[in-house]
């Protein structure tokens, strides 16, 4: 069964700062990988998805993330964080054992990011 | 930009009470979905819907569950006799007629209290 794992409930770095929010799957067959976030009170917005190419995925509001085969990992990253990127990030995995193509979802990582 | 709404934003319920939890999916979309997340806890998939009937159901949706899409724009996902542990956020979401567009679009969420 597809799977993805967030290693860290939380994530803590100052304004300026570049930040790293982890996620490693597991998959059977090739990866379709996505990135969510989710601010307080609001649904979760897309921010980005490796298919395939480039391993170097580049999203919404300054975010990227990068895909590595050889370690199943798909962080996500931005090179200068803000305050207002505080909240709350999902990595998802879509489910290839069907075409309907639902989401698994991991555990999440709440990102503060301090002035 | 066109997006997934959701009504109401928070239910408060009776156990025992049947809800209805409505959406409207973004308009050219034909896929839908229904996701919860308990305080908490991750993201799950539900059920998935595509041309007026499920494609795929969660062990999650029992027989308490059912979804309709009574006209061309409403997703509704009833539940028939609440459970207190029916208590969670339930997610909308939808996603478009292109294949190769895999991201799916998410509501902002419903908050079901069942007391």
């Known amino acids: 069964a597809q799977s993805v794992a967030q290693p860290e409930d939380q994530v803590n770095v100052a304004e300026g700062n570049p930040l790293t929010v982890k996620c490693t799957y597991s998959?059977?067959?090739?990866?379709?990988l996505f990135w969510y976030v989710q601010y307080p009170n609001r649904g979760l917005q897309f921010l980005l998805k490796?298919?395939?190419?480039?391993?170097l995925v580049k999203g919404s509001y300054g975010f990227e993330a990068e895909f590595n085969k050889s370690q199943t990992s798909f962080h996500l990253k931005k090179p200068s964080a803000l305050v207002s990127d505080s909240a709350l990030y999902f990595c998802?995995?879509?489910?290839?054992?069907?075409?309907?193509?639902?989401?698994?979802f991991g555990t999440g990582t709440r990102l503060l990011v301090s002035p | 930009e066109p997006e997934v709404t959701q009504t109401p934003s928070h239910q408060v319920t009776q156990m025992g009470q049947e809800v209805i939890l409505r959406c409207v999916p973004i308009?050219?979309?034909?896929?839908f979905y229904w996701y919860r997340q308990i305080l908490g806890q991750k993201v799950e998939f539900l059920v998935s819907?595509?041309?007026?009937?499920?494609?795929?159901k969660s062990e999650i949706f029992d027989d308490q569950f059912s979804v309709e899409r009574p006209d061309g724009s409403n997703f509704t996902l009833k539940i028939r006799s609440t459970k207190l542990e029916d208590s969670a956020m339930y997610f909308c979401?939808?996603?478009?007629?292109?294949?190769?567009?895999?991201?799916?679009?998410f509501g902002p969420g419903t908050r079901l209290t069942v007391l």
């Open positions: 979401a939808s996603r478009g007629p292109d294949r190769a567009l895999n991201e799916q679009f």
């Open positions: 998959v059977s067959g090739n990866p379709y």
């Open positions: 490796y298919i395939t190419g480039d391993n």
């Open positions: 998802a995995v879509r489910d290839t054992n069907t075409g309907f193509q639902k989401l698994v």
């Open positions: 308009s050219n979309h034909l896929y």
């Open positions: 819907f595509y041309n007026n009937e499920i494609s795929e």
